[in-house]
């Protein structure tokens, strides 16, 4: 029962960062007021790492700043890491 809570809060939160890196690309293409980048960071520092990566592929979007394209993917290694080495726990 936990597990599934676990899951659906990372399906959760990959879909909101993903959503977010759509409208923070739409918003600088039109010029309008933008997502900070400290909370894409923290996104996917919470757990939406796949979000990310698939936003920065999907709408071309943060793939010219260092810390985001060298960040997210480790951030993302890392938790996967960390999910294969406890998941005898969940």
Not at 28 to 44: D, F, N, S
Not at 47 to 52: C, E, K, L, V
Request: hydrophobic share 55%; aromatic share 12%; with cysteine.
């Amino acid at each position: 029962m936990q597990s599934a809570y676990i899951h659906l809060y990372l399906i959760m939160i990959n879909v909101i960062t993903f959503a977010l890196y759509g409208l923070d690309k739409w918003r600088a293409m039109t010029r309008q007021w933008r997502v900070r980048e400290k909370k894409l960071i923290i996104l996917a520092l919470i757990g939406g790492s796949i979000g990310a990566m698939i936003g920065m592929t999907v709408f071309h979007h943060k793939t010219r700043k260092w810390c985001f394209r060298l960040g997210i993917p480790l951030i993302l290694g890392i938790q996967v890491s960390l999910v294969l080495c406890f998941y005898d726990m969940i």
